[in-house]
């Protein structure tokens, strides 16, 4: 993702490794300034490391990243299909909104 068009200095991708060193989980979370909201997403577990904190502890990694950034809050976005990444974010923290439905125009 750092390699990407819109990743600059208010963007942080963040890994978690386990005792043995391998990757476990990893989140990039992106600042839209000083005191403003800052956004988590994509976070993500390996399939081998879930159930074990990891998604939590990376996902409140990020929400510190964000405050170093200066950001005065800190958001997620995720569908309302993705169970596992919704306990995730409830465990980190995150309270749940009211749905949002997407718009789709038929082409």
Same mark, same amino acid.
């Given at each position: 993702?750092?390699? /990407?068009?819109?990743? +600059?200095?208010?963007?942080?991708?963040?890994? =978690?490794?386990?005792?043995? *060193? %391998?990757?476990?989980?990893? !989140?990039?979370?992106?600042?839209?300034?000083?005191?403003?909201?800052?956004?988590?997403?994509?976070?993500?577990?390996?399939?081998?490391?879930?159930?074990? /904190?990891?998604?939590? +502890?990376?996902?409140?990694?990020?929400?510190? =990243?964000?405050?170093?950034? *200066? %950001?005065?809050?800190?958001? !997620?976005?995720?569908?309302?299909?993705?169970?596992?990444?919704?306990?995730?974010?409830?465990?980190?923290?995150?309270?749940?909104?009211?749905?949002?439905?997407?718009?789709?125009?038929?082409?």
């Amino acid at each position: 993702m750092s390699a /990407g068009p819109f990743y +600059a200095d208010d963007a942080r991708c963040l890994g =978690a490794y386990d005792d043995r *060193g %391998s990757p476990a989980a990893v !989140v990039t979370v992106w600042s839209a300034g000083p005191g403003k909201p800052g956004l988590v997403e994509p976070m993500g577990v390996h399939a081998d490391h879930r159930g074990r /904190g990891y998604g939590r +502890a990376i996902t409140v990694a990020g929400a510190a =990243a964000l405050r170093e950034m *200066g %950001s005065s809050s800190v958001r !997620v976005c995720t569908t309302s299909s993705n169970v596992g990444g919704i306990a995730v974010y409830k465990a980190a923290g995150f309270k749940a909104r009211p749905e949002i439905g997407d718009r789709i125009r038929n082409a």
